[in-house]
């Protein structure tokens, strides 16, 4: 695994990890989004055998970069959980007992529909719509945000991907960081799911993770 990317916006310093998250720096923040904790007990309930290792290993990567970036908060741009609870969700809840000092902040997604004591019982600071810190707007869906000409959105909820072309014409889809000049759409934490092929446009910035890597494309 490589050392995170430095990249600078807005005089911030953020450093982009192939785990698929932010570090923001002046914040001392962890960034990530759609984690769809749960997604794979749910897949289990419904028939189809997913192995709950591919869950575990998720949790693992973000108890990884806690350790390495030791953040004063956890900032996560919607759909922490998949759907209902599941014994998944337990896990989760054995972990947060872990780091009961580290303050979580979630902004909703499509996906987080658990009963406000949950997210209570684990200590999660729960914000529908839109959280601001600083010159950075965090909200899970760019649908319906209104853009000024200083402050800058994080979402989440595409699952952002590129497509790397090769030589003899065959191509591979990767996630992606993807920064336009309003916005940041952010890769998928959950490596259990799809993503959306984002077509940047000249003078945008896209970083692909491949083979556990950050490549930056342009």
Request: proline share 5%.
């Amino acid at each position: 695994m490589q050392a995170p990317v430095s990249y600078k916006l807005l005089e911030q310093q953020l450093w982009l990890s192939a785990h698929r998250s932010v570090f923001w720096e002046e914040e001392k923040a962890l960034i990530v989004s759609d984690l769809h904790f749960g997604k794979t007990g749910h897949f289990r309930k419904s028939g189809i055998a997913v192995p709950q290792a591919v869950y575990k290993e998720d949790l693992q990567r973000l108890v990884h970069l806690i350790q390495y970036f030791q953040p004063r908060q956890l900032i996560v741009v919607g759909d922490l959980f998949h759907s209902h609870q599941n014994k998944e969700l337990e896990l989760f809840q054995r972990w947060r007992h872990d780091f009961p000092d580290l303050p979580v902040h979630l902004i909703k997604g499509n996906h987080d529909i658990l009963h406000e004591s949950w997210y209570k019982q684990c200590n999660i600071q729960v914000t529908d719509g839109e959280l601001q810190l600083g010159a950075f707007r965090f909200r899970h869906d760019l649908d319906n945000a209104v853009p000024n000409n200083t402050d800058y959105f994080f979402s989440g909820h595409i699952h952002p991907g590129i497509r790397l072309r090769g030589a003899a014409k065959q191509s591979l889809s990767f996630p992606c960081f993807y920064f336009a000049k309003a916005f940041c759409v952010l890769p998928a934490f959950s490596r259990f799911t799809g993503i959306a092929l984002v077509q940047p446009e000249d003078e945008e910035n896209v970083f692909a993770i491949v083979n556990d890597n950050i490549v930056q494309l342009q």
